[in-house]
């Protein structure tokens, strides 16, 4: 069975992209996506959404 994590970002950085990406694929998860929610008076994301899956074994 695949599970899914989303985790938010709300101060957009490449640090703290970084981050979370070394935080969460150390523990397994596999990039899945990365969605940017982005202001219209800005250039600059106001959020991301990083989307992580990984297989789990079945529970019996």
Same mark, same amino acid.
């Given at each position: 069975?695949?599970?899914?994590?989303?985790?938010?970002?709300?101060?957009?950085t490449?640090e703290?992209?970084?981050?979370?990406?070394?935080?969460?694929?150390?523990?397994g998860?596999?990039?899945?996506? !990365?969605? &940017? #929610?982005?202001? /219209?008076?800005?250039?600059?994301?106001?959020?991301?959404? !990083?989307? &992580? #899956?990984?297989? /789990?074994?079945?529970?019996?």
């Amino acid at each position: 069975m695949t599970s899914y994590k989303v985790v938010e970002i709300s101060v957009v950085t490449d640090e703290t992209l970084e981050e979370a990406l070394n935080t969460w694929t150390a523990q397994g998860w596999q990039l899945d996506s !990365i969605q &940017f #929610a982005m202001r /219209e008076a800005s250039k600059r994301p106001a959020m991301a959404f !990083i989307l &992580f #899956a990984r297989d /789990e074994p079945e529970e019996v």
